[in-house]
């Protein structure tokens, strides 16, 4: 009876470390995988506004960035294409 119970015991823990091996290898398959993809649609190293300009927000999203600056009074937003950083669009903001 003791025998079997040992048998028992050492199967179980067989299986556990081998569960607990494939559950590593998951992890680290998926740490390698993820790597590669970041940044894929964001390869702009700088972005240009204007000299004196202070940043108040940058904001990526769809591939574009949007950055929101202050110089002087006027506060205006630049949006640029991700990828090139060629701007598509600059929109002053003006109060009400």
Do not use: C, H, W
Not at 2 to 14: C, H, P, Q, W
């Amino acid at each position: 009876m003791l025998n079997r119970a040992r048998k028992s015991f050492f199967v179980s823990i067989g299986l556990l470390v081998v569960g607990l091996m494939a559950v590593g290898a998951a992890l680290v398959y998926r740490s390698s995988q993820n790597e590669a993809k970041t940044g894929g649609d964001y390869v702009i190293t700088a972005l240009k506004i204007p000299e004196g300009g202070e940043v108040v927000s940058a904001v990526a999203a769809d591939g574009r960035v949007t950055v929101t600056y202050k110089l002087g009074p006027m506060t205006s937003v630049r949006v640029f294409d991700g990828k090139s950083g060629e701007m598509i669009r600059e929109i002053p903001v003006v109060s009400e």
